[in-house]
């Protein structure tokens, strides 16, 4: 089993869609959790960036965190063809490194 | 504030060859991270650097190496290159290191031949 699993996709939305993007873990040590999106021959770009459980807003983009349940979120709302890219999920502890979810293809259509 | 650079963008080299790849981190970050990025495998860390120390590293083969200047600047070289190092390598930098908020560079896409 990988540490980090998430659903490659693709995902295709229509554009103004709410977007939903999960990611599963299995150490239970993981406390930092990140959200990033990568645009095509481009380096990942961070999204969201949360600690512990909970979650988190700005703007269209809602990050939870469920440690109890080892889940982690990425809401997207009012999708627009500009958020057509791979999202990455990471996570971490604090005296080791990041681990990187495999990303899942978003396509959002107009 | 300038973002992370790397450099070259782009490097095609042939098996057996080796190869240095330079990062540059956003001005006041003092920890460099290397990624190795492929379909197959996704986003793998290489290591991390942290004034001028290697703090992590990953589950790579000692081809792989790293080193970190006192300006926070970093390069990684790869040694006898093989077929399967054909990757986009990326670095990330970040003011402390760990997993806390780490911004990324565009990336070296090394093709070996």
């Known amino acids: 089993q990988k540490e980090v699993e998430q659903d490659p996709g693709p995902l295709s939305v229509p554009e103004g869609a709410i977007v939903s993007l999960n990611c599963t873990y299995s150490?239970?040590?993981?406390?930092?959790f990140m959200w990033y999106r990568q645009y095509s021959r481009k380096g990942p770009e961070l999204l969201m960036y949360t600690y512990s459980s909970g979650n988190k807003e700005d703007g269209r983009f809602t990050a939870q965190v469920d440690k109890s349940s080892k889940y982690i979120s990425l809401f997207i709302r009012d999708s627009q063809p500009s958020d057509s890219a791979t999202y990455l999920c990471?996570?971490?502890?604090?005296?080791?490194?990041?681990?990187f979810g495999p990303g899942t293809s978003l396509s959002v259509i107009p | 504030k300038a973002g992370v650079t790397q450099t070259p963008r782009y490097l095609i080299k042939t098996r057996g060859q080796q190869v240095t790849l330079s990062c540059s981190p956003i001005s006041g970050h003092r920890s460099v991270s290397w990624y190795q990025q492929t379909p197959g495998q996704g986003l793998q860390f290489l290591f991390e650097?942290?004034?001028?120390?290697?703090?992590n590293k990953g589950n790579f083969p000692g081809r792989f190496s790293g080193r970190q200047f006192s300006n926070s600047r970093s390069e990684m070289n790869v040694s006898t290159l093989e077929l399967g190092d054909s990757a986009l390598y990326l670095c990330?930098?970040?003011?402390?290191?760990?997993?806390?908020?780490?911004?990324f560079g565009p990336g070296t896409r090394l093709t070996v031949t």
């Open positions: 990471a996570m971490g502890t604090s005296y080791d490194k990041v681990i």
């Open positions: 150490n239970s040590a993981f406390q930092y």
């Open positions: 650097y942290f004034s001028e120390t290697q703090r």
């Open positions: 990330a930098s970040s003011v402390a290191g760990g997993p806390y908020e780490q911004y």
